[in-house]
T-cell receptor
Framework: QQQVKQSPQSLIVQKGGISIINCAYE??????FPWYQQFPGKGPALLIA?????SEKKEGRFTISFNKSAKQFSLHIMDSQPGDSATYFC????????????FGRGTSLIVHP | ETGVTQTPRHLVMGMTNKKSLKCEQH?????MYWYKQSAKKPLELMFV?????RVENNSVPSRFSPECPNSSHLFLHLHTLQPEDSALYLC?????WGSGQYFGPGTRLTVT
């Protein structure tokens, strides 16, 4: 499977700041890009997702920015809160063929109060 | 509540034991997955079932044996495991051609 490269591995942000997590992919056939949020002791939860026909999608404080030409997408968490402290995974999938996603390695986010 | 339940939530087993993990989804999805999540490692896809047929097996050791009796239930049968198999085992479901995956809370497995 094609790799999805996620960075940074860990991120520390002050309360109220902006958290930014980046992912890059190689397979141009990917056409669905979800982000997952995982709290300790829990399974990952689907947070927000984007398809390549749009460059940005916003849901509350969470925004995905998508750059098709650069094959990159990023998650922005505005006004970060201590409750956002979790591990975030990006993923990519080819919906018309295999529906099996490729996951990034995860980013551990800590938001200090 | 994600609509995907897993039992047990915690399991400690010896290397010679046989146990089974159970997953049930209440979302009407037709694809189900087993993942292994170890500390400091990315999510590892183990098995995928679509419409109750196995469509992916990522070279998982034979000591792990999946079973999907219907589109709502998925099992992972375990036997003669090794200590390195200790991990969080996650079940997920999705629509075959749909959007994201929905994960259960996982089973924390410890092999002694």
């Amino acid at each position: 499977q094609q790799q999805v490269k996620q960075s940074p591995q860990s991120l520390i942000v002050q309360k109220g700041g902006i958290s930014i997590i980046n992912c890059a992919y190689e397979n141009t056939a990917f056409d669905y890009f979800p982000w997952y949020q995982q709290f300790p002791g829990k399974g990952p939860a689907l947070l927000i997702a984007i398809r390549p026909d749009v460059s940005e999608k916003k849901e509350g404080r969470f925004t995905i920015s998508f750059n098709k030409s650069a094959k990159q997408f990023s998650l922005h968490i505005m006004d970060s809160q201590p409750g956002d402290s979790a591990t975030y995974f990006c993923a990519a999938r080819v919906s018309g063929g295999s529906y099996i996603p490729t996951f990034g390695r995860g980013t551990s986010l800590i938001v200090h109060p | 509540e994600t609509g995907v339940t897993q039992t047990p939530r915690h399991l400690v087993m010896g290397m010679t034991n046989k146990k089974s993990l159970k997953c049930e989804q209440h979302l009407g999805h037709n694809a189900m997955y087993w993942y292994k999540q170890s500390a400091k490692k990315p999510l590892e896809l183990m098995f995928v079932y679509s419409l109750e047929e196995r469509v992916e097996n990522n070279s998982v050791p034979s000591r792990f044996s999946p079973e999907c009796p219907n589109s709502s239930h998925l099992f992972l049968h375990l036997h003669t495991l090794q200590p390195e198999d200790s991990a969080l085992y996650l079940c997920a479901s999705s629509q075959e051609w749909g959007s994201g995956q929905y994960f259960g809370p996982g089973t924390r497995l410890t092999v002694t």
